[in-house]
């Protein structure tokens, strides 16, 4: 069985950075389209940012848009969200997505997104 598992969330304070990773539990990512979304509390889940198959393409929210960065390691294991500056609305949870295989156009529409990790939490608190 296969799933996206998230990490690196956890407590930052305003003005701190964060990288958050994703791998693939028993698949590896290259050939997908992969994205970033979080879910502020009561809030609906938005689109953070998207990467194309093949790699080249990316894409941000207008909330995160000239203070994040998306990639994927050269090894195409594992996905990366780096996030600067981040501020108390940052907070929420942050879940990776992956588009069916070798779909590739990136879209912030959630019926989109084949398969979804657990999530992680991150806060941003002085």
């Known amino acids: 069985q296969w799933q996206l598992v998230e990490s690196g969330g956890g407590l930052v304070q305003p003005g701190e950075s964060l990288t958050l990773s994703c791998t693939g539990s028993g698949f590896r990512i290259d050939g997908y389209t992969l994205g970033w979304f979080r879910q502020a509390p009561g809030k609906e889940r938005e689109g953070v940012s998207c990467?194309?198959?093949?790699?080249?393409?990316?894409m941000y929210g207008d909330s995160v848009k000239g203070r994040s960065t998306i990639s994927t390691d050269d090894a195409e294991e594992t996905l990366y969200l780096q996030l600067n500056n981040l501020q108390p609305e940052d907070t929420g949870v942050y879940y990776c997505?992956?588009?069916?295989?070798?779909?590739?156009?990136?879209?912030?529409?959630?019926?989109?997104?084949?398969?979804w990790g657990q999530g992680i939490q991150v806060t941003v608190d002085s």
């Open positions: 997505a992956a588009r069916g295989f070798l779909l590739g156009t990136c879209t912030f529409l959630e019926s989109a997104w084949l398969d």
């Open positions: 990467i194309t198959w093949p790699r080249g393409t990316v």
